[in-house]
Nanobody, 116 residues
Framework: QVQLVESGGGLVQAGGSLRLSCAVSGSRFSINNMGWYRQPPGAQRELVATITKIGSTNYADFVEGRFTISRDNTRNTVFLQMNSLRPEDTAVYYC??????????WGKGTLVTVST
């Protein structure tokens, strides 16, 4: 059974930084794209950033150069370095991965709270 386990969320003041990690385990197939999504309170889930197996990245417009997604293919782990955090970045952040069969997997989420 494929599991995605996120870590690194928490409470931070505006302007601060957090680093999220997500480890994928249990997959018999190679992991292709990995990414981060978020769901702010009372809103729908939205894309934050994605990264392909060869390291091509894509970011949502609201990132504005503040976040960096990276991955370690040897450990099937994806990271999200978040700097210059704003109160509007408060959300549950979800890790996402898909494999060579195009099967899609989600983590349970980690809460990021940015205080003023």
């Amino acid at each position: 059974q494929v599991q995605l386990v996120e870590s690194g969320g928490g409470l931070v003041q505006a302007g601060g930084s957090l680093r999220l990690s997500c480890a994928v385990s249990g997959s018999r197939f190679s992991i292709n794209n990995m990414g981060w999504y978020r769901q702010p309170p009372g809103a729908q889930r939205e894309l934050v950033a994605t990264i392909t197996k060869i390291g091509s990245t894509n970011y949502a417009d609201f990132v504005e150069g503040r976040f960096t997604i990276s991955r370690d293919n040897t450990r099937n782990t994806v990271f999200l370095q978040m700097n210059s955090l704003r109160p509007e970045d408060t959300a549950v952040y979800y890790c996402n991965a898909n494999d060579v069969r195009a099967m899609n997997f989600w983590g349970k989420g980690t809460l990021v709270t940015v205080s003023t």
